[in-house]
């Protein structure tokens, strides 16, 4: 490992973990203040929910709910990270907003969405998708091992299967997981010789 590369797993390990460090802090406000931060979910088709878009993805229904997404969180976002810290933001920011629209435009009536599973969804999109945008082989045979590893989980994931689950969320994380690639692609050398494999 090059001294890049190691000061940019550092990064992308202290971010990430920073990341999961504040959902944890929050779960603890939360219970401490009776579940006051729960309304911070996304109530589907109402217009003064649409300000709880990106600050769903932060909240959890208790710590059985959080502790089911840390491990993958970090796993994932570490991962996605390791290609920079600002792309990662750009790219978490891009998931994070079209999960949260796909729950508020399709979620059922009375529902309360919350919770860092779209984002998840979105990251295991990212990561499969950027190696086939950004042309590089690394990123491919990361992508192809996050699949074998939790491909099946993510596909079930995404079918209406459980009501008490977002399906909806993980299903519109994944597409702005794939949306985040394509729009924080790394910028192309201008030139006469064709894309290559890196």
């Not at 909240?59 to 089911?68: D, I, V």
């Not at 009375?110 to 295991?124: D, H």
């Not at 299903?171 to 201008?190: K, S």
Request: zero cysteines; charged letters at 15%.
């Amino acid at each position: 490992m090059t001294d890049g590369s190691g000061a940019k797993a550092m990064a992308a390990g202290k971010l990430i973990v920073g990341w999961v460090a504040l959902l944890w802090v929050l779960e603890v406000v939360d219970q401490a203040s009776g579940n006051a931060l729960d309304t911070f979910g996304v109530q589907p088709r109402r217009v003064d929910e649409l300000v709880d878009v990106i600050p769903s993805s932060f909240m959890h229904f208790g710590f059985e709910h959080l502790m089911a997404n840390t491990l993958p969180l970090l796993i994932l976002g570490f991962l996605a990270a390791l290609r920079g810290t600002g792309r990662f933001l750009a790219t978490a920011l891009i998931i994070i907003v079209t999960s949260g629209l796909g729950v508020w435009l399709t979620a059922p009536e009375s529902s309360n969405t919350a919770g860092a599973s779209g984002l998840i969804f979105g990251l295991f999109g990212y990561l499969l998708a950027r190696g086939f945008v950004d042309r590089r082989i690394t990123d491919l045979a990361v992508g192809t091992v996050v699949a074998v590893l939790y491909g099946s989980t993510f596909f079930w994931g995404v079918l209406p299967s459980d009501s008490g689950i977002s399906w909806q969320g993980h299903l519109f994380g994944l597409i702005g997981g794939v949306l985040a690639a394509r729009l924080t692609a790394e910028p192309r050398a201008i030139g006469g010789g064709k894309p290559a494999w890196h």
